[in-house]
């Protein structure tokens, strides 16, 4: 049935952050790359630096997975909102300590640089990751910078990596701006990347491929504006549009009315001054275009 094919395409934008969703771009390749070098170089720390819903921590989750592919031992920790003093307990929860490490009576700090160094000892490397290092707490901050910049041996097989957005930057401390060997900054998407994404997911998931018309994808690119999270949520705002209306496929007047509906009048049209003035003249008389949903 054609709503159950649209649905299904709906399924490809759950907006999640599982690796497997991930869009490979040219330019996330290249960061992913550059993060690769950071682990076969043995170097302390890295950058990356993107504005809001380009994809930070979802590179961040899938660096994780590509990096412990390649022997690292990697732990992911997001530090937005997190309250102060409760960073290092969530961050060795999330490192494999064995039952009698976790039951060891012994500082949270202390538990961290034991499995630092049993890493070190067995030549396997560590990579921390830390989304959102300008939202953290102080405490965390602190930690954080004092991991990048000791030079005892036990630290040898660490790597730190950190995301922030570049008006974050000024939160970042030094010790972790001045020591990072690389600075990833995270452009937009461009039309390219969202035809290949839209593609790729529907692809993963079964969908027909012809499940978004090219206006459709046009116009979906031109909305979204390179940012991904954007594009992500309107194809699926999209597609279940579409399916509630019957259609056989996303056309562009689908994205368009699916737009309308995430982004309030006043802000859509402060983004896309076009899509006012391409609007026919209306008055009182004029019945409003029924919402998507409900």
Same mark, same amino acid.
């Given at each position: 049935?054609?709503?159950?094919?649209?649905?299904?395409?709906?399924?490809?934008?759950?907006?999640?952050?599982?690796?497997?969703?991930?869009?490979?771009?040219?330019?996330?390749?290249?960061?992913?790359?550059?993060?690769?070098?950071?682990?076969?170089?043995?170097?302390?720390?890295?950058?990356?630096?993107?504005?809001?819903?380009?994809?930070?921590?979802?590179?961040?989750?899938?660096?994780?997975?590509?990096?412990?592919?390649?022997?690292?031992?990697?732990?992911?920790?997001?530090?937005?909102?997190?309250?102060?003093?409760?960073?290092?307990?969530?961050?060795?929860?999330?490192?494999?300590?064995?039952?009698?490490?976790?039951?060891?009576?012994?500082?949270?700090?202390?538990?961290?640089?034991?499995?630092?160094?049993?890493?070190?000892?067995?030549?396997?490397? !560590?990579? /921390?990751?830390?989304?959102?290092?300008?939202?953290?707490?102080?405490?965390?901050?602190?930690?954080?910078?004092? /991991?990048?910049?000791?030079?005892?041996?036990?630290?040898?097989?660490?790597?730190?990596?950190?995301? !922030?957005?570049?008006?974050?930057?000024?939160?970042?401390?030094?010790?972790?701006?001045?020591?990072?060997?690389?600075?990833?900054?995270?452009?937009?998407? !461009?039309?390219?990347?969202?035809?290949? =994404?839209?593609?790729?997911?529907?692809?993963?998931?079964?969908?027909?491929?012809?499940?978004?018309?090219?206006?459709?994808?046009?116009?979906?690119?031109?909305?979204?504006?390179?940012?991904?999270?954007?594009?992500?949520?309107?194809?699926?705002?999209?597609?279940?549009?579409?399916?509630?209306?019957? /259609?056989?496929?996303?056309?562009? =007047?689908?994205?368009?009315?699916?737009?309308?509906? /995430?982004?309030?009048?006043?802000?859509?049209?402060?983004?896309?001054?076009?899509?006012?003035?391409?609007?026919?003249?209306?008055?009182?008389?004029?019945?409003?275009?029924?919402?998507?949903?409900?």
């Amino acid at each position: 049935m054609v709503r159950d094919r649209l649905d299904l395409a709906a399924s490809a934008f759950d907006g999640g952050l599982d690796p497997a969703a991930f869009h490979c771009s040219p330019s996330r390749e290249e960061a992913l790359a550059r993060l690769e070098w950071l682990l076969a170089e043995r170097q302390r720390c890295g950058l990356i630096v993107a504005e809001p819903g380009l994809g930070k921590s979802h590179l961040a989750i899938t660096a994780a997975r590509r990096l412990g592919g390649l022997g690292a031992e990697t732990a992911v920790l997001s530090l937005r909102g997190l309250p102060a003093g409760d960073w290092l307990d969530l961050l060795l929860a999330r490192l494999p300590l064995d039952p009698a490490s976790r039951a060891e009576a012994v500082r949270p700090w202390l538990a961290l640089e034991n499995r630092l160094r049993e890493n070190t000892l067995m030549e396997r490397p !560590t990579v /921390l990751i830390f989304d959102d290092l300008d939202l953290a707490p102080p405490d965390a901050v602190e930690g954080i910078a004092r /991991l990048v910049a000791a030079g005892e041996p036990r630290f040898a097989s660490t790597c730190v990596v950190a995301t !922030t957005t570049p008006a974050g930057l000024a939160a970042v401390p030094d010790a972790v701006r001045h020591r990072s060997a690389v600075r990833i900054d995270l452009p937009p998407w !461009t039309a390219e990347d969202v035809t290949a =994404a839209v593609a790729c997911a529907l692809d993963r998931v079964g969908a027909a491929a012809d499940s978004f018309s090219p206006p459709a994808i046009e116009t979906l690119a031109r909305f979204a504006a390179g940012v991904p999270r954007t594009a992500i949520r309107l194809a699926r705002l999209a597609a279940v549009a579409a399916a509630g209306e019957g /259609l056989d496929r996303v056309q562009a =007047a689908t994205v368009e009315r699916a737009w309308r509906e /995430l982004v309030p009048d006043d802000d859509a049209a402060a983004a896309h001054p076009a899509t006012r003035e391409s609007q026919p003249a209306t008055d009182s008389a004029v019945r409003p275009v029924r919402q998507l949903f409900g």
